[in-house]
């Protein structure tokens, strides 16, 4: 049938009155975005780490993108609460996650329901932890070569506290495989708990964040013997490094990174990371995060997304050689 010229201008009306339907249906781009508060969720309770950094960015995102950036702490199944409610959130950048390592390990132990790399759009890095060991005031060792050595004269003899599928439990069985010896460990449900038994002298290791350690180490309820850190942490420089020790295999970097859900337009995921990224440079803000044993890392999608899938890989094949918690036990 031959085109005419009114069937021509019908069809050119009805593309340009599709481009304008797709302009009004699509996610508003770097330009227009922000246009109402955004949402910094929390998977933990307030005063945690990820708390900590949430609130820092929150106060000076918000003078940044000149719209509201709230913080809500979404606690509860180690973090999965939060992701879940994250990772089915609109695809449109107003609602983040802050995550961090424990959601890693519900990954890797089978414990999640939403995938950190498959769920998700990665946002930015927003500053990292080393883990600390310590030790009793009263036990002998006063660092890691003593401790091991006491170790191997009484097999099975140490205890340190941790949790099934957490950090600490995964680094005190790295320690045992890389020293070979046999310390035990004892499950807790409460840091403080743990701190309690080990000020007693009943668990005579210690697994816990830098950020955790400091008071402890200040107050000198217990003694830190070593970090995780490749290099010495910045706001403990005199605790040498498992590394130095001659265990380079607990080199833990626990990092704080920002995620929000999958198909959220590049255009937005670049302005968050580009307010975010100002608020890490902020003076302010290193500082205080600092005093709380949170040390910059920063970077964008593309680096966090690198981060994920390589710490998958690393902790999936650091959990296959712990039976119990490979089989979420």
């Known amino acids: 049938m031959p085109i005419t010229k009114w069937s021509r201008r ?17 996610p508003a781009d770097a330009q227009d975005f922000p246009t109402k508060p955004i949402t910094i969720v929390v998977p933990f309770g307030p005063g945690t780490a990820n708390d900590i950094i949430a609130r820092q960015l929150a106060q000076d995102m918000t003078g940044t993108l000149g719209q509201s950036v709230i913080v809500e702490n979404r606690a509860g199944a180690t973090g999965n609460i939060a992701a879940d409610f994250v990772a089915k959130s609109r695809p449109d950048g107003y609602t983040l996650l802050i995550a961090s390592m424990s959601l890693l390990l519900n990954q890797v132990t089978g414990n999640a329901n939403a995938d950190l790399t498959k769920d998700f759009a990665p946002v930015a890095f927003s500053g990292s932890t080393l883990y600390s060991m310590f030790v009793p005031n009263e036990l002998a060792a006063k660092n890691v070569a003593e401790l091991v050595e006491l170790a191997r004269q009484q097999p099975g003899k140490l205890n340190y506290a941790g949790y099934v599928g957490g950090v600490p439990q995964f680094l005190g069985e790295m320690l045992n495989r890389a020293a070979k010896i046999n310390t035990v460990m004892v499950p807790y449900k409460s840091t403080t708990d743990a701190l309690v038994d080990l000020m007693a002298n009943r668990i005579q290791v210690w697994f816990t964040p830098v950020a955790s350690g400091i008071p ?14 490749d290099t010495r942490s910045a ?24 995620l929000t859900a999958k198909g959220t337009p590049k255009p937005v995921l670049d302005k968050l990371y580009g307010a975010i990224d100002k608020a890490l440079q902020t003076p302010k803000i290193k500082e205080i995060l600092l005093a709380h044993g949170i040390e910059e890392k920063r970077g964008g999608s593309s680096e966090v997304g690198a981060y994920l899938a390589g710490e998958v890989r690393r902790w999936g094949d650091i959990v ?3 039976a119990p918690a490979a089989a979420g036990k």
């Open 10 to 26: 019908a069809a050119v009306a009805a593309a340009m009155a599709g481009i304008a339907i797709t302009a009004i249906l699509a």
């Open 216 to 229: 402890v180490q200040s107050a000198k309820q217990a003694r830190m013997i070593a970090v995780t850190g």
């Open 235 to 258: 706001v403990l420089p005199d605790i040498p490094t498992f590394k130095e020790a001659g265990y380079p295999e607990l080199t833990v970097d626990v990092a704080y990174f920002l």
């Open 320 to 322: 296959k050689l712990s």
